[in-house]
């Protein structure tokens, strides 16, 4: 293919993918830059860089990072380019190439004290994906003043992430755990939790004595942020690079308004769980059974559930060794139902339970056609009122549950009173095979 034929192919397939008209397949166009391969690359870039809506920044993203070329070398100038959004897509070839990325080392370490946090963490994960081979790398960044510290600390990050904290060296954690007694010694405000599993709850501020209850050893202090981001990391961790990192490790929380929270299961509850031929009957089982031993134990206890993708929730309510109260959405048809209605539950209807709101609808009409934000919010608002006008009950969950009983951890606050430090502790598995990989929030 001759320059002017080359030159017209590119223009008509930057302009194709430009257009966000309904009838341009952009796709096509996408691929034949694809295809063109380097030529496209700066056009591409400068596409990038001065698209003025996100679905045209989103098509030339896409495009930039798949270019079929031999040597993603070609990507090394655009790490240098002033549009944060170029340099970060430019590292994109890099976190697939895995070990092989190792040459280019060099070139992208820039990368990791990039003045944009997004191509920094960009950075973090093309060096987490050469595996074993870039932690002499990022050790040798760790000891060096001069690199400055957005370097290092995405150093520390990438080393964090590639072998958890058996990768980092003691000077690395002494740094860490000096970190998080600041943070706790700061008294910020604790921000509610992300709740997307399920989790135990003690009346006890006996750190130590739930500790021993689950079969726990080696608490690790760290606060509700890392302690939360490591529950949701472990939890939704479904292709750990070493065997058994969903069940090396639980969050226990710091007494909050006098009640221990445990985030994560027990190496032995998760196997149980994992090698049923019925997993949601020994997932119930489980938790039936631990809320009964430890309200033996601590005189009650409660297990919630709640998931983020799907309307799951569900409870164990568990007084002096007998479960008096278990609600799964699920399974509630089958054998998800144990004990009358409780207490909690008063005023609410149960997930599962048709009601008929048409009355409400009726009497707030539609949400009108074009509506704003404001307005939208303005509609559901008047809507709740007329629920609660004509006496339909509202369905409770998992939270609203624990906000009665014990303590909700999705409400977390001001009023929250904390005694002593939340810890990451380790299972049996954990013993054996360490940490789960990975960087957590500080």
């Known amino acids: ?90 590292l994109s070839p890099f976190r697939f190439l895995g070990e092989a990325a190792l040459r280019y080392a060099d070139r992208l370490i820039p990368s990791l004290g990039d003045p944009d946090a997004d191509v920094r963490q960009r950075a973090v994960w093309a060096f987490e994906a050469m595996g074993d081979a870039a932690v002499p790398v990022l050790r040798r960044l760790r000891r060096q003043p001069a690199t400055g510290p957005r370097i290092r600390a995405a150093a520390l990050e990438a080393l964090a992430g590639r072998g958890g904290p058996s990768a980092l060296s003691d000077r690395d954690l002494a740094a860490w755990r000096r970190l998080t007694r600041i943070k706790q010694l700061a008294k910020t405000t604790p921000e509610s939790l992300h709740l997307c599993g399920s989790w135990y709850a003690v009346p006890s501020d006996d750190q130590a004595a739930v500790l021993a209850a689950f079969d726990l050893s080696d608490p690790e202090p760290v606060t509700l942020r890392t302690g939360a981001s490591a529950w949701n990391h472990d939890s939704h961790n479904w292709g750990g690079r070493r065997p058994h990192e969903r069940c090396a490790r639980v969050f226990v929380s710091p007494a909050l308004d006098g009640w221990t929270l445990v985030f994560g299961r027990s190496s032995q509850d998760r196997h149980r769980i994992e090698d049923a031929e019925d997993k949601d009957a020994a997932h119930s089982e489980v938790a039936r059974e631990r809320c009964t031993d430890l309200s033996r134990r601590f005189g009650a206890a409660h297990w919630y559930g709640m998931s983020c993708g799907d309307g799951w929730t569900a409870w164990c309510i568990a007084e002096g060794g007998e479960v008096v109260r278990f609600y799964d959405v699920f399974e509630a048809d089958e054998k998800g139902i144990v004990g009358v209605g409780h207490p909690a539950e008063s005023g609410f209807r149960l997930p599962h339970e048709y009601t008929d709101t048409s009355a409400a609808h009726d009497a707030v009409g539609e949400v009108p056609h074009g509506a704003g934000p404001e307005e939208i919010k303005e509609f559901y608002v008047r809507y709740a009122q007329a629920r609660r006008d004509l006496g339909i009950p509202d369905a409770c969950y998992a939270t609203d549950i624990a906000a009665r009983l014990s303590v909700n951890p999705a409400a977390l606050g001001a009023r929250t009173r904390i005694t002593g430090s939340g810890v990451l502790a380790l299972t049996a598995c954990g013993r054996r095979y360490g940490h789960p990989a990975g960087a957590l929030k500080a």
Do not use: F, N, Q
């Open 1 to 90: 293919m001759d320059e002017t034929p080359l030159t017209t192919e590119l223009s008509s397939a930057l302009a194709l993918l430009c257009d966000e008209g309904p009838s341009v397949d952009w796709r096509a166009s996408a691929e034949a830059l694809v295809t063109i391969g380097e030529p496209a690359l700066l056009p591409l870039a400068e596409v990038l860089a001065a698209a003025e809506s996100p679905e045209v920044a989103r098509r030339a993203k896409g495009a930039l990072a798949r270019l079929g070329v031999a040597d993603p070398g070609i990507y090394v100038p655009l790490l240098r380019h002033p549009h944060a959004e170029v340099r970060g897509t430019a």
